[in-house]
């Protein structure tokens, strides 16, 4: 029983003991409260046999009383009731694998005996896995720092998808700019409306693009497009002055030959409905940065048709390296809420896809390179951007686009 309670007061007063090799702070917390959730199911299980082996083995009772006994047992649940609550805030607190969904199974199971202790156990396992991932990824970059091997000639610009834009707080490219700052890179976001035609983000691209070369003086700019970004991107480039302006265009996960399953829906959803959800859209982003959204304009530039009119207008302008890539989902399962939903709808008009976007539609410029990772899940539209900051194994998304980045360097670009 002392063993026990000696082993959570230790890690309860005593945090640095278990952090020294740990690197970032909030890593650290979690790592100690990982650490305190361990010590309390030792504890636990300690305390348990403890008071069984007094009770029906030993059979102190009569000589050292009820009393005694009891006492051990409240300061032992104390000191593990105040080990447990510590830990689970801190891991609640500081897990970005944890998710909100393992978050609430951990609430409501909580008081379900033996079910709180196997959700307690999946959730020690996931922060531990979490502390070692990110551990290993900063000592990396501390290693490497000196080299800054994301230093390109000319600065990215990262162009967003559709629907979504460059909040402050909520990043589109989820912990992506962050890792590639830690490795030297230069960036700026394109900052183009959520949801407008191809023609009109294209000018907004073209204005960001001059207003970077011009008052930084960096001549050109490597542009690293996600999904309709890219299509903003080659729009843009149309203009001779701009294209002047690009070293490189590298388009992610961009539905090039556009998506047949959007035609489908255009044609079979009355007009009423569209417009409904339409206006609310429209509503919504004009108060959050959109001057001009257009919800329906902005779906029927990733049809199909439209893209083939697209492509037959839009050539790629000379001396700009252009390359792509794209990503595939597994199976219905893989990737998460809503993009593993519409997989099976996509893949019934545009075959393999990654939840938006069909296989045959991704490939663009002068190499093109499939995204893939072990296991029976895949790589999602939004698993590209790290839209969830899911640590997905087999598959680190901050260091591809680090080494992406890096290729480019040593393009010279």
């Keep these: 029983m002392i063993l026990a309670i000696g082993m959570c007061f230790f890690f309860w007063l005593w945090p640095g003991a ?23 199911l030792e504890a636990l299980v300690i305390t348990i046999i403890y008071t069984v082996l007094e009770l029906f083995v030993f059979k102190n009772i009569t000589d050292r009383g009820w009393g005694k006994i009891t006492s051990h047992i409240v300061i032992a649940s104390v000191f593990l009731s105040i080990t447990f609550w510590i830990g689970i805030i801190r ?33 020690i396992r996931i922060t531990l896995d979490e502390v070692m991932f990110e551990n290993d990824k900063a000592i990396l970059n501390e290693q490497r720092k000196a080299d800054r091997i994301c230093a390109t000639k ?49 000018l907004e691209v073209a204005r ?59 044609g079979k959803i009355p007009e009423k409905p569209q417009q409904v959800v339409a206006k609310a859209y429209n509503k919504a982003l004009s108060k959050l940065g959109d001057y001009n959204p257009d919800f329906i304009v902005a779906c029927q530039n990733l049809t199909h048709s439209f893209c083939a009119e697209f492509n037959e207008k839009v050539k790629d302008p000379e001396g700009v390296y252009i390359q792509s890539y794209g990503s595939l989902l597994k199976n219905h399962r893989g990737g998460q809420f809503p993009l593993n939903m519409t997989y099976g709808l996509v893949n019934a008009f545009d075959g393999g896809n990654d939840g938006l976007v069909g296989e045959g539609s991704f490939s663009w410029g002068s190499d093109f390179h ?21 640590n997905i194994p087999g ?15 040593k393009k010279g670009f």
């Design 18 to 40: 278990c952090t020294k090799d740990v690197r970032d702070g909030r890593v650290k917390q979690l790592w100690f409260g990982n650490i305190q959730l361990r010590i309390f």
């Design 91 to 123: 891991i609640y607190l500081t897990s970005v694998q944890l998710g909100i969904k393992m978050r609430v199974i951990g609430i409501l199971c909580g008081l379900i005996f033996p079910l709180n202790l196997i959700v307690l156990g999946i959730m």
């Design 154 to 202: 000319y600065p990215v610009l990262l162009l967003h998808g559709v629907f979504f834009r460059d909040f402050k707080y909520f990043d589109y490219w989820g912990r992506i700019p962050g890792e590639l700052f830690a490795n030297g890179c230069t960036y700026y976001y394109g900052e183009q409306q959520s949801a407008a035609s191809v023609e009109s983000c294209g």
């Design 208 to 266: 960001k693009i001059k207003e970077i070369t011009e008052t930084t003086g960096c001549e050109k700019v490597n542009i690293i497009a996600h999904s309709k970004g890219g299509l903003d991107a080659r729009s843009a480039m149309t203009d001779p002055e701009i294209a002047k302006r690009v070293a490189s265009l590298t388009t992610i996960n961009t539905p090039h030959r556009g998506c047949e399953f959007a035609d489908y829906l255009l």
């Design 370 to 390: 499939l995204i893939t990772a072990p296991g029976k899940r895949g790589i999602s539209h939004g698993d590209v951007i790290d839209l969830n900051r899911e």
């Design 395 to 409: 598959y680190d998304v901050r260091e591809f686009y680090v080494q992406l980045v890096a290729d480019l360097k």
